[in-house]
């Protein structure tokens, strides 16, 4: 039973354009979300996050939106490089105490930017 | 300031030995966590650590047994490797859970065979 969704295995964008990936998740209680960014034979990195107390967490090219009713969230790259090509990982958390806290990860969504 | 290490980058086992991915990181985080990613997949939480001498069950820990003696390492031990276990093995530590940006190591290739 997954609990993050990541239903685009894939995307591919041009250079300059927007790339949006999508993450949907099914806890009610999860309460922090990130998304993470790796390439081939290195391990992830973290990219940004949000609270749940907060629908909008920008950070230069990179936008994460929340919509709590909806359980989704999107990252969007704004423009998108052929540096950005890599999978992309969503993951969320629901609170600190004993074993929460701890991440559940999506799938991820390969993004591919061709210049 | 070398981050998370791991060692090795790959291995290769046949089933039924044993190893101990190792791991290790250089920047004080009392949170130290090992994830295993299979094929098409998200990653899933091994075993976490707190702290030195506290270790704690994640998500899929059966076939695995870790310690933390120390706050730098947190090795993860195979015992009786399966071909269930052929999978890529990444550490991760933190700060603390509310930081929860965790930092990566490069990971472990393990194929049992």
């Known amino acids: 039973d997954q609990q993050v969704k990541q239903n685009s295995p894939s995307l591919s964008v041009q250079e300059g354009r927007i790339s949006i990936l999508n993450c949907d998740y099914t806890?009610?209680?999860?309460?922090?979300f990130l998304w993470y960014k790796k390439y081939p034979a290195e391990g992830p990195t973290f990219l940004i996050s949000?609270?749940?107390?907060?629908d909008k967490n920008e950070d230069g090219r990179f936008t994460v939106f929340l919509n709590k009713s909806a359980k989704h969230l999107s990252l969007h790259i704004v423009p998108s490089q052929p540096g950005d090509s890599a999978v992309y990982f969503c993951a969320a958390s629901e609170g600190d105490g004993g074993s929460q806290g701890n991440l559940i990860f999506g799938k991820g969504t390969k993004l591919s930017v061709k210049p | 300031n070398a981050g998370v290490t791991q060692t090795p980058k790959f291995r290769i086992l046949k089933i039924g030995q044993s190893m101990t991915l190792q791991c290790a990181q250089d920047m004080n985080h009392n949170y130290m966590y090992w994830y295993r990613q299979d094929p098409g997949m998200g990653l899933k939480l091994i075993y976490y650590s707190v702290g030195a001498g506290i270790t704690d069950k994640g998500e899929v820990p059966n076939g695995y047994n870790v310690s933390r003696s120390t706050t730098e390492d947190f090795p993860l031990r195979l015992e009786l490797a399966a071909p269930s276990q052929t999978s890529v093995y990444f550490c991760?530590?933190?700060?603390?859970?509310?930081?929860?940006?965790?930092?990566f190591g490069p990971g472990t290739r393990l194929t049992v065979l």
């Open positions: 806890n009610s209680m999860f309460d922090y």
């Open positions: 991760a530590s933190s700060y603390s859970k509310r930081s929860r940006g965790q930092f």
């Open positions: 949000i609270s749940s107390i907060k």
